[in-house]
């Protein structure tokens, strides 16, 4: 609305200009003018077509200054808007004695001229003071406005907003990630995740029931752990019909990460240009790297493959095939790396008994 409005004033104004500006012409050109109501028309019509023109110039300008402002933090516009008032009352103070001295009439225009250039001057420089200096400022009134201005600039980013899921509660690890300071920024838990936690936790299946109570039980804690980070967001869509589609139309709808252990919901974000922080990528990411002659202690749980195998499993899940091992199933045994093998089913780490055994 405001963008017609824009627009027409322009259209109007300009072709008012144009109807007018015909009585501006000679009387001589007027008189042999036969029909000057026709010709006020016709300038007015061209007058109108530079007035739209400069209507839509107009309307863009307002529009990207509008959107300036917006991203602007409010504590840059207010050291600007101190900086400005500060260079207009110095230009004030420095130019009134020029106007007491005696200038001719004829250089009269002077006066006016200094004014307007010397405001303007001062006026830019208070602005470029407030952008230099207006931080130390904002640090002594605020000591935290300072981060937000920063962020609102573009010097700092901002941590994206956390959406999670359903099965990211129930597996539990979110309550420990927190608790290292690795997630930043706000966790968003959707009414439609809690709607669905409630719905596992009354189910009539046993293991459903458990994994949903227990899912219930975690939220719990980590709202009470950190009540400023924890957000229950009320959004749902009705016209979606599973929840991870749901979540994933609220991750693009306010520019959020997904936060998942679910693997098929990342294909599903990553395909919708969703970022996803996936639980079990990190556990992977994290993994201890063993390396050839690297010691490590290990309890032999069963006997391999071969004759003298023994095999073990690390805390994440890697299977270390020990030569030799056998013997000491059951007990626990240091062992030294030999090699390590990436396979399609994971990780597996081949290793020798040193010569003592633990247990």
């Known amino acids: 609305m405001l963008d017609a409005i824009i627009i027409i004033i322009f259209i109007v104004a300009i072709g008012s200009i144009g ?23 016709l300038s007015a019509g061209f007058a109108s077509i530079i007035g739209l023109a400069l209507g839509l110039v107009a309307q863009t300008t307002y529009r990207r200054l509008e959107t300036k402002i917006r991203q602007t933090a409010i504590e840059t516009i ?15 103070l420095m130019l009134a004695p020029i106007f007491l001295l005696p200038i001719p009439k004829e250089f009269s225009f002077i006066k006016p001229l200094i004014a307007i250039l010397g405001s303007v001057i001062f006026a830019y420089l208070g602005i470029s003071l407030a952008d230099t200096h207006g931080r130390t400022f904002l640090r002594l009134i605020n000591p935290g406005s300072i981060e937000s201005m920063l ?3 573009g010097t700092l980013q901002a941590a994206a907003t956390k959406v999670i899921d359903t099965s990211c509660i129930i597996d539990g690890r979110i309550e420990q ?21 409630q719905q596992l936790a009354d189910g009539s299946n ?9 899912g219930l039980d975690i939220l719990n804690r980590i709202q009470e752990a950190y009540p400023d980070r924890i957000v229950i967001h009320p ?31 990342s294909k599903v974000a990553n395909l919708q240009k969703v970022a ?23 309890k032999i749980l069963k006997a391999g493959k071969e004759p003298t195998q023994g ?21 626990e045994l240091r062992v030294v790396v030999t090699s390590a093998l990436q396979t399609s089913a994971g990780r597996m780490i081949f290793a020798k008994p040193q010569t003592s055994l633990i247990t």
Do not use: C
């Open 177 to 197: 990630l927190l608790d290292t300071g690795f997630v930043e920024g706000q966790i968003l838990i959707p009414q439609f995740i809690l709607q669905e936690l």
């Open 78 to 92: 207010l050291t600007r808007a101190i900086g400005l008032v500060i260079g207009l009352l110095i230009a004030n």
């Open 206 to 214: 046993d293991q459903k029931r458990v994994r949903g109570r227990r």
């Open 276 to 298: 996803i922080l996936n639980v079990n990528d990190l556990a992977q990411a994290v993994r201890p790297i063993y390396l050839p002659g690297d010691t490590l202690d290990l």
């Open 151 to 153: 962020v609102a600039e």
């Open 235 to 265: 959004a749902d869509y009705e016209d979606i019909n599973t929840v991870d589609a749901k979540l994933v139309h609220l991750a693009q709808e306010i520019n959020a990460t997904v936060l998942t252990n679910d693997y098929n919901l």
């Open 19 to 41: 109807f007018s500006g015909v009585d501006l012409l000679p009387l001589a050109v007027q008189e042999q003018i036969t029909n000057i109501e026709a010709l006020r028309w």
């Open 311 to 331: 095999i073990g499993y690390l805390e994440d899940g890697t299977m270390v095939v020990v030569e030799e091992g056998k013997e000491y199933v059951g007990g």
